[in-house]
């Protein structure tokens, strides 16, 4: 898969403040404009309010990446910019093992067909699993991704990333964007995922922190189909003004915990 990276600045001042923002295609957001994304409109309100500093948010969002890509992704491409924060953005398919991406094999690297092979053979053996446990609905599917099996594994990447941001006296900030999609009728009581949002707030480590937007949604009283940028057509993506909503509650949980100089 191509990489793209937005918001860089290939030439940067010296009193530059680097924010690694890692995510899928939540945070890639092929649908909007460049400045609609949640990087780039966190990155625009983290300027306007900084009297010193120049900030930078690199957005690191691959399409259809999962949390082991994207920790793959700031070790080979992320740290190289040095960054000052890290923010790693979770929705609830992360856990999805991947097909082969930067998987160690010689052979998997050097040959097509080995990848090829391998991924058929992963596929058929998920597919038989699910046949198996009944899943059916997004639902089923999304708890399913988060059993000890899948989300183990998934743990375990989230605290290597912390580690990585420890050994530079960094934090990592690990957004949860809640679903958007039809199945969803509400944040509130009708919302069928907080269970699962409150188990990847059980992962513990001294220097990470979690901003759960499901709760400023839910303070601001917006729903599903106002966040969704096309809720009818079962779109779960956010729209340019709940992006917004997200970049401001960031930015406040970002202050409150002073990571970030002004």
Not at 6 to 22: A, D, E, G, K
Not at 30 to 54: G, P, V, W
Not at 201 to 227: C, H, W, Y
Request: proline fraction near 4%; aromatic fraction near 14%.
């Amino acid at each position: 898969m191509d990489f793209v990276v937005q918001n860089i600045l290939w030439s940067t001042p010296p009193n530059t403040f680097h924010i690694i923002m890692l995510g899928d295609s939540e945070i890639f957001s092929i649908m909007l404009a460049q400045n609609e994304t949640l990087s780039a409109q966190l990155e625009s309100l983290l300027n306007q309010n900084s009297r010193l500093l120049r900030y930078e948010v690199l957005n690191f969002g691959v399409e259809g990446y999962n949390t082991f890509q994207e920790l793959e992704m700031l070790k080979n491409r992320g740290l190289k910019y040095n960054p000052d924060l890290i923010i790693l953005n979770y929705v609830l398919n992360d856990p999805e093992p991947g097909e082969y991406y930067f998987n160690k094999s010689f052979f998997m690297r050097s040959s097509a067909l080995v990848r090829y092979f391998t991924y058929r053979i992963k596929k058929a053996l998920i597919r038989r699993e699910r046949k198996r446990l009944n899943i059916h609905t997004e639902i089923d599917n999304y708890y399913y991704y988060h059993q000890p099996k899948y989300f183990i594994p998934l743990k375990n990447v989230i605290l290597e990333m912390a580690d990585i941001a420890r050994e530079r006296e960094r934090k990592l900030v690990v957004v949860i964007f809640p679903v958007s999609s039809i199945m969803v009728k509400d944040f509130k009581e009708n919302y069928p995922y907080r269970t699962l949002h409150g188990l990847v707030k059980s992962i513990r480590a001294d220097n990470i922190i979690f901003i759960d937007l499901i709760d400023e949604f839910n303070r601001l009283g917006m729903t599903p189909q106002g966040v969704s940028i096309n809720y009818a057509y079962d779109e779960s993506h956010k729209n340019t003004s709940a992006l917004k909503v997200a970049a401001c509650y960031i930015y406040n949980i970002l202050e409150f915990h002073r990571l970030i100089p002004e």
